[in-house]
């Protein structure tokens, strides 16, 4: 007996964990469960905050099981896009190496984006010296670079590296993606969950009704 999923294509995971609805109190129960199994090191649980303006927290998951705690989390949120005003999503998702949650959402291969990564830093292309990220947010009060990597045409979907574990940001519809390119500040709830956020309809693309 053990409390896995099993992934077509990954094989064994961590099972996921999606609350049907979303408010002050189901995000302080998620931040109780991965603080108790986590620990002070564990998997944050990052929000953008202060949420742009006229944008809502829709959703917050975490992946893991009693035996091997939480080793994944997903924070979920909508808005009006930056280009055109109409409804977008973001997602974020930080998790061990090996998880593969974050490339489900992302639509990905494999388990981790480390490939993807390391291309876009060791092939910068023609015409381009060096490579430069994609994005720049900051996250947990230090400036973090994610990189561009191939996802379905649906959205855009970004990773990088904070404190020691993967970091995804996945985007609908694409050009949402291009919010990234102004001053994100990603927080961890499990330090700190801020009373002033403002909570919508449970996200689709957590829940994969999208």
Known sequence: MHGESRCLRCGPVPPLHVPEHISAEIVASVVDR???????????????????TGWTLTGVAWAGDDRGGVRATAVACAGPAPLDGGPADLLFVAEEPGVGLGSRFAGLPGPDPGPQVEEALTDPGPGH??????AKIRVGGHPTPLWLVNSPTDRSAYAGEARGMWLHAIAWPASAGHLLAEEVVLHDLIEWTPPELVYGAPSPYLHGQA
Do not use: D, I, N, S
């Open 34 to 52: 991965v603080a108790a199994t986590g620990g002070p090191a564990g998997v944050p649980l990052w929000c953008p905050w202060p949420l742009p």
């Open 129 to 134: 010296p060096e490579r430069v990220p994609h």
